[in-house]
């Protein structure tokens, strides 16, 4: 079976930094594009980043770009969000996800999903 399972999550001040990682298992991760969402209590799944199958293209929401970073290792079957620069409006679950049809911002379009990791960042 298909599992995706973050880590990295964490308490941080404003302005801190933390790294998350998603290990994938049971798919051919080379084949997939990925994606992170991010939801915060009471509030749908939001769109944070993907990368595409060879990490030649990314994509980022408004919100975190310049300061958030996606990557990958297909060699390692993990993909990487490194959060700069982090302010309270970025406290939420973080879950990472596996699309195997294109690169989108759009929740349903993906068909694997982790079990999230939650980052809080305190002012």
């Known amino acids: 079976q298909v599992q995706l399972v973050e880590s990295g999550g964490g308490v941080v001040q404003t302005g801190g930094a933390l790294r998350l990682s998603c290990a994938a298992s049971g798919l051919t991760f080379s084949a997939y594009v990925m994606g992170w969402f991010r939801q915060a209590p009471g509030k749908a799944h939001e769109f944070v980043a993907a990368i595409s199958l060879s990490g030649g293209s990314t994509y980022y929401a408004d919100s975190v770009k310049g300061r958030f970073t996606i990557s990958r290792d297909n060699a390692k079957n993990t993909v990487y969000l490194q959060m700069n620069s982090l302010k309270p409006e970025d406290t939420a679950v973080y879950f990472c996800?596996?699309?195997?049809?294109?690169?989108?911002?759009?929740?349903?379009?993906?068909?694997?999903w982790g079990q999230g990791t939650q980052v809080t960042v305190s002012s």
């Open positions: 996800a596996a699309n195997r049809l294109v690169l989108t911002t759009t929740p349903d379009s993906y068909n694997y």
